[in-house]
């Protein structure tokens, strides 16, 4: 089944007095990419959890969310740092008296100085902090990649039905190659009976040109490799692997044998089938740079 490369998973729970959340958000990439917003004093979780999504995730630009709050904080030291603090005080005083406006400092002002205050927690285990989070990311995955299933059932669909479409077009084009052969066979006995009129005409000369001819706009071999290659754009998509980037190959393959048809046909009919199938590649192409 394939996967849309968009998604989105959220998770959070209380685990041995922590509550934990984490968020999962991915758009389209070529590659896997990762970025983490994680506090800073759990900061050897990121290549853990890129290691984790990694083997999970082959393709998007994915981000992760990870909050940790202590409920029980009795292991958490709040320290002030005094130079600091005393630097706000001094300069805002300063300020009050060369700008000549009431002084109303209190401590309540100078707590609003966040950087004032340095809180240090007693050594965590990192390996027992990541069993902790490692369930809630699991379930955060588990929303993620049921949304990018769901959505790569949507673009299964909807590249599937593009595909029966372009299938009808080649038919199409398979019954009316022939046709243009016999009409230019015919066109070219009235042009010569023109020309020569009394004079008997060499119908081996007309065969000969007309055999040239449909030498020349045979799209045979274009309409049978197109057919071979909407195939394996089906059996693709029941893949249980990451095919976007080999679906994007087939598909510029689907837009080449169709312009070659493009290009050999001189037949109006051929030509109108040849931009309206073009113009099916193209949205398959667009819906083919959202799959994984």
């Known amino acids: 089944m394939i996967k849309s490369m968009t998604g989105y998973g959220r998770a959070q729970q209380l685990v041995d007095g922590y509550d934990i959340l984490v968020e999962l958000k991915a758009v389209n990439h070529r590659y896997f990419e990762f970025t983490a917003r994680i506090p800073r004093a759990y900061g050897y979780l990121e290549e853990k959890l890129k290691s984790f999504l990694q083997k999970n995730v082959g393709r998007g630009k994915v981000e992760a969310s990870v909050s940790i709050y202590a409920v029980d904080s009795a292991d958490a030291q709040v320290e002030l740092n005094r130079t ?11 300020a009050s008296e060369e700008l000549g406006v009431k002084d109303d400092l209190t401590l309540s002002t100078v707590a609003r100085f966040g950087d004032i205050f340095n809180v240090r927690k007693n050594m965590e285990d990192a390996d027992e902090i990541w069993n902790r989070v490692l369930p809630v990311a699991e379930e955060a995955l588990n929303g993620f990649l049921a949304m990018r299933e769901n959505e790569g059932s949507q673009l299964k669909k909807d590249i599937s039905s593009r595909l029966e479409l372009i299938l009808g077009m080649v038919a199409q084009v398979e019954e009316r190659s022939p046709q243009t052969v016999a009409e230019y066979r015919q066109r070219l006995t009235q042009k010569m009976q023109e020309v020569l009129q009394d004079t008997a005409i060499d ?90």
Request: glycine share 2%; charged share 35%; net charge negative.
């Open 84 to 94: 600091l603090a005393k630097g706000y005080v001094d300069a805002l005083r300063e």
């Open 203 to 292: 119908e081996s000369r007309i065969l000969t040109e007309a055999a040239l001819y449909a030498d020349r706009i045979a799209v045979d071999e274009e309409t049978v490799r197109l057919r071979s290659h909407i195939k394996q754009i089906h059996e693709m998509m029941e893949s249980e692997e990451a095919v976007g980037r080999k679906l994007d190959f087939i598909v510029q393959e689907l837009n080449r044998e169709t312009n070659t048809i493009g290009s050999k046909a001189q037949d109006l009919t051929i030509a109108r089938l040849v931009v309206d199938m073009k113009a099916q590649i193209e949205k398959i192409r667009e819906q083919v740079q959202n799959i994984e």
